[in-house]
T-cell receptor, first 112, second 113 residues
Framework: SQKIEQNSEALNIQEGKTATLTCNYT??????LQWYRQDPGRGPVFLLL?????KEKRKERLKVTFDTTLKQSLFHITASQPADSATYLC???????????FGAGTTVTVRA | AAGVIQSPRHLIKEKRETATLKCYPI?????VYWYQQGPGQDPQFLIS???????DKGSIPDRFSAQQFSDYHSELNMSSLELGDSALYFC????????????FGPGTRLTVT
């Protein structure tokens, strides 16, 4: 069955630094990957979507890469701010499939 | 901008009771998804609807059923509730298509005692 692994440890970084989160998957390559932000007790918030034929996507201070050979996506938050502190979830989607399969998430804490 | 609306936000039920959760998608979104998130866990896909038809099904117990109505709102019906059903239930909506970004509602926190 498909396994999705995100950074096993929480990430603590200094304000202004770049946070890099990993999302590794096994078996089948997804048609696309989505990244979400979730704050405690709240619904996930969509951040970025990258398709299998795309290498990189950017949105403001966020960047996501997708390497189907390594079966990995990297998510970068540049010039991090304390307001970026949250749990970040990667989610895999497959062709002809409506559902998203989520990873366990990585909790990021940005220290002022 | 309008977001996904879920009601109620909190629900407390006893074992073996029934519960109905409602979801109102973002205007013009015709696809609705339901997810269950237990404490400290990632969201687990339950079921989705596109144009009032079930489009995909995940790990939804037989005790649960759902539907999407003509105005695109959706309801998740849960019967014979068990303690393990206590969780956050999220509804998400999107435009049609399998690779659309999903917009999540604030969730319904269900507690079964």
């Amino acid at each position: 069955s498909q396994k999705i692994e995100q950074n096993s440890e929480a990430l603590n970084i200094q304000e202004g630094k770049t946070a890099t989160l990993t999302c590794n998957y096994t078996n089948y390559s997804p048609a696309y990957l989505q990244w979400y932000r979730q704050d405690p007790g709240r619904g996930p918030v969509f951040l970025l979507l990258i398709r299998e034929n795309e290498k990189e996507k950017r949105k403001e201070r966020l960047k996501v890469t997708f390497d189907t050979t390594l079966k990995q996506s990297l998510f970068h938050i540049t010039a991090s701010q304390p307001a970026d502190s949250a749990t970040y979830l990667c989610a895999l989607g497959f062709s002809n499939d409506y559902k998203l399969s989520f990873g366990a998430g990585t909790t990021v804490t940005v220290r002022a | 901008a309008a977001g996904v609306i879920q009601s109620p936000r909190h629900l407390i039920k006893e074992k073996r009771e029934t519960a109905t959760l409602k979801c109102y998608p973002i205007p013009r979104h015709d696809t609705v998804y339901w997810y269950q998130q237990g404490p400290g866990q990632d969201p687990q896909f339950l079921i989705s609807f596109y144009e009032k038809m079930q489009s995909d099904k995940g790990s939804i117990p037989d005790r649960f059923s759902a539907q999407q109505f003509s105005d695109y709102h959706s309801e998740l019906n849960m019967s014979s509730l068990e303690l393990g059903d206590s969780a956050l239930y999220f509804c998400a909506s999107s435009l049609s298509g399998v690779d659309m970004e999903q917009y999540f509602g604030p969730g319904t926190r269900l507690t079964v005692t």
